[in-house]
């Protein structure tokens, strides 16, 4: 297991960008699947974003794709959100979270046993 702890959000102006940080604890870092989720007031949280053990393994949410990059730095054991292009639509609490183990359905809240505490993102129009 990894303790997972979120960073960065904040208030930001449509058309702004953010990046997120979710800090892991734990030496095994690199040997776990990441995703980003987000849960805005009312709704069900949705996947955002999901990175397998390289960089070159992600996938995305169809309305994040070209906007939003999710990145890891093992020797940091830290997971990335870069979010441009902000909309309004995007508000919500940011959540990143782990599994030891890859889950073909990596889309889906089941697929992580590790969550962070989120962070709230709240974007003005």
């Known amino acids: 297991q990894v303790q997972l702890h979120e960073s960065g959000g904040g208030l930001v102006q449509a058309g702004g960008s953010l990046r997120l940080s979710c800090a892991a604890s734990?030496?095994?870092?690199?040997?776990?699947?990441m995703g980003w989720f987000r849960q805005a007031p009312g709704k069900e949280r949705e996947f955002v974003a999901h990175i397998g053990l390289i960089n070159s393994n992600t996938y995305y949410k169809d309305s994040v794709k070209g906007r939003f990059t999710i990145s890891r730095d093992n020797a940091k054991n830290t997971v990335y959100l870069q979010m441009n292009s902000l909309k309004p639509e995007d508000t919500a609490v940011y959540y990143c979270?782990?599994?030891?183990?890859?889950?073909?359905?990596?889309?889906?809240?089941?697929?992580?046993?590790?969550w962070g505490q989120g962070t709230q993102v709240t974007v003005s129009s």
């Open positions: 734990g030496r095994t870092f690199g040997s776990f699947f």
């Open positions: 979270a782990a599994n030891r183990y890859y889950r073909e359905r990596y889309y889906a809240p089941s697929a992580y046993n590790c």
